[in-house]
């Protein structure tokens, strides 16, 4: 019995490598545009997706030059794990940078969404008040946490909503302020950027 391991790669072509580049490529998309079509959340982030595409390209050459080699695969992440960054990325489109991802506007999602903070008093239930706020000046909204703040005097309730257009963030503000005694009310826009 043979335990030895044998390369089974050989040599690959260019035309390997394109091929390799080019299906990777295609299914990377794929998966991107089912990623961006069913997010739901606040916090998307494009350059996320964008680096998804690039690191599914990368991979599949990292898997055509590895092969079934060990030896190989053993030695690209002794090679690999070299490359360190000073600082942290915080910025995934800093490793797409790299790759010129950034002349490209691929996978943006082109809905505005905003968090809205409102303080109450806590002595009653606002939920419902505001919620009719909500309704006449957004297009969805969702309560996503419900806090008590000032030692139990207020409750601080965060939404994340979708404004009508037509709609000013000011209108929304002057009208949650004749319904919560005063207090502070806060919108936060974003394109999708907001980090809860």
Do not use: C
Request: hydrophobic share 45%; no cysteine.
């Amino acid at each position: 019995m043979n335990l030895s391991f044998e390369d089974l790669t050989g040599t690959f072509s260019v035309l390997d490598g394109a091929i390799s580049l080019a299906l990777s490529f295609a299914l990377s998309v794929l998966i991107a545009w089912v990623y961006r079509s069913t997010h739901r959340d606040v916090s998307y982030s494009q350059s996320y997706v964008q680096t998804l595409v690039i690191l599914g390209m990368l991979i599949s050459v990292i898997m055509l030059v590895a092969g079934s080699n060990i030896a190989r695969a053993f030695a690209l992440v002794g090679a690999l794990s070299v490359i360190r960054f000073r600082n942290a990325i915080k910025e995934t489109r800093d490793v797409g940078f790299i790759f010129h991802m950034y002349r490209f506007n691929w996978f943006q999602l082109n809905v505005q969404r905003q968090v809205v903070e409102v303080q109450v008093p806590a002595d009653g239930d606002y939920t419902h008040v505001i919620s009719d706020v909500l309704i006449r000046h957004t297009e969805e909204f969702e309560l996503v946490s419900m806090e008590s703040i000032r030692g139990g005097a207020l409750t601080e309730l965060m939404y994340t909503v979708r404004i009508k257009k037509g709609r000013e963030p000011g209108d929304l503000i002057s009208d949650l302020r004749q319904y919560n005694s005063g207090q502070g009310v806060t919108v936060l826009t974003g394109y999708d950027q907001t980090d809860l």
